[in-house]
DNA sequence: GGATTTGCCTAAAGGGTTTAGGCAACTACA
DNA sequence: TGTAGTTGCCTAAACCCTTTAGGCAAATCC
């Protein structure tokens, strides 16, 4: 049997290509494997399982992503820096509408490896007779997507340092253009915009040069 | 037997609970089934398929919401009525978590039954021979749902009346306002602002309040 | 070239979805 | 109040996805 050269990186590109296919809920151990012509238990050996994959994509996305957002970024400041940003995630949203729900894809909160280990340690179960073959720990793996997350908020404060913002006003605006920028997006995918006018572009660029002015002009405390 | 007193209403409203109870994703016609006591075929009689539950369930959502953004918009207008209506969905979503995200979900645009009948007619399959209960049909259902969608823009639009916006100013602003709140309820019930400081309900008033500046001095063409 | 590792396989158990068809419990009406 | 018709829930069964256990053969390492 020739061997199909499977490994935890190449199962989740063909999971994000495929997200981007068919929709990222539709992703599934079993469709990847379709994919790669092979047997549904072999992707075991790499992938520790389905939420695993899942959260293999997202870290290629957020990464991706974060990647597009520094070389937009680079030369630019202002308004300019602002819109080329914000476009970035927009366009990806466009052009990779599986890999960007996968980017927002929240791992559910496995309890520590220590409390884990501290639970199960003096159990009954054998504490290392686990898996045959090693998959490389949850823990570094979200090592990486928790870096990329925060390569992603840092971007944004770079962007956000021509405005002159003190804290803790610069957290709020960083927290305010992270909700546009995703609420906007996401609500375009759903096809919120697609029914009315003016095109959902007009409307971007016009939302971002508002968000502009707002920040050139961030009001002290009472507003209006 | 007992009859359990199976509905479609009473099976949306406990998929609506279960939602908050373990998320809006593990929410399965099994599940349903199982709370009721009763076979998941039963449920089939009520309900034409797993979508149809979840759409059911996220009609019940954006109505809810609907009526309580109605509630707390009426007899306010400006600054208090935005933060009204903004903190509507925000609480709702950290009281409901579950329901939230029902409302979120799209139901797959599936082809109009004119157009699926264009296409059958003629063809090998019986027309009518489909189901043994009849269930509402999806469009009927689907014309609920595209209502109270429509009640929430309406309720943003009587909220924006107070800034005194034209066309297409208004509609850039409604789509922006619902960015930043899907966006922030979103981000923050997936635990973003949940590290670091300041608090994320100081920052949301903030923000609401830069917002309600921002709709106040609405930039004409070239901003900062 | 032999030992070891590793990649992919078969097998099997468990759970969710959905359809088909059946019996019993309600409802309506004479 | 009995009976016909309707409706509610059931059993059975097919199909798909997930996950674990264990096995054979290809690749790799001296």
């Not at 090592?143 to 913002?165: I, K, P, Q």
């Amino acid at each position: 049997m020739a061997r199909a050269g499977l490994s935890g990186e190449r199962l989740a590109l063909a999971g994000a290509e495929l997200a981007d296919e068919v929709g990222f809920d539709q992703v599934t151990v079993s469709a990847v494997a379709r994919r790669f012509g092979v047997q549904v238990a072999s992707l075991y050996s790499h992938v520790r399982n389905s939420d695993d994959l899942k959260t293999r994509i997202a870290t290629v996305a957020l990464t991706e992503l974060a990647d597009q957002a520094a070389a937009a970024v680079a030369g630019r400041a202002g308004r300019d820096a602002l819109l080329a940003l914000a476009d970035v995630y927009r366009t990806y949203a466009q052009h990779h509408p599986g890999r960007y729900k996968a980017s927002r894809h929240t791992p559910p909160t496995t309890p520590t490896a220590s409390s884990i280990d501290g639970v199960v340690a003096g159990g009954s179960r054998g504490v290392a007779s686990g898996q045959r073959r090693r998959v490389p720990s949850t823990s570094v793996l979200g090592t990486e997507y928790v870096a990329a997350g925060r390569r992603h908020s840092e971007l944004m404060r770079a962007v956000l340092r021509a405005y002159d913002l003190d804290e803790p006003a610069q957290t709020d605006a960083v927290r305010m253009l992270g909700s546009v920028i995703h609420g906007y997006v996401t609500l375009e995918l759903a096809g919120a915009f697609a029914y009315s006018a003016p095109g959902s572009a007009e409307s971007w660029t016009r939302i971002v040069d508002s968000l502009d002015f707002l920040l050139h002009n961030w009001p002290e405390r009472h507003p209006s």
